[in-house]
């Protein structure tokens, strides 16, 4: 049994981020909110099929070979985007029902999240850290 790693290129990662940020902010500009369309498909592709056409597509961008860049969990980077993927969802059914504060808050949440992610702080994986130190403390006290 192999206990290999895998991981995503830093490049891919960030331009996932920035199409985010980028697609919820012109959803607000705009007031077209279905542009949250194409984040939210691209997420859920990734997750279900492991084929993110956002990064797929950046990758033919890229100067140098993959293993070159900064290696970002792969694991990390699923969990982040179950939460990206739940936060779309959220903010697009939320707009479609017509509750538009909670379209935004849902909306805002994961624009800051990607956005503050491109600046250097993951909060999702500070929150994944948390929770894994709590199972283990939880499991730790268990036994």
Partial sequence: MTNELRSIPQPL???NQWFIVISVVS?????????????????????????????????YFLKKHPSEYVPEDWEQQQFNQKIA???????????ALGLTALGHFFTT?????????ILGFCIGCFMRYQWIRFKGKRRAANS
């Fill in 109 to 117: 949440m994961v624009a800051i999240a990607a956005f503050v992610a």
């Fill in 13 to 15: 990662v960030r331009t």
């Fill in 85 to 95: 993927v739940v936060c779309l969802a959220g903010g697009l059914i939320s707009y």
């Fill in 27 to 59: 959803a607000w500009i705009t007031g077209l909110e279905w542009i949250l369309i194409l984040p939210l498909a691209a997420g859920v592709s990734g997750l279900l099929f492991n084929y993110n056409p956002v990064m797929r597509s950046a990758r």
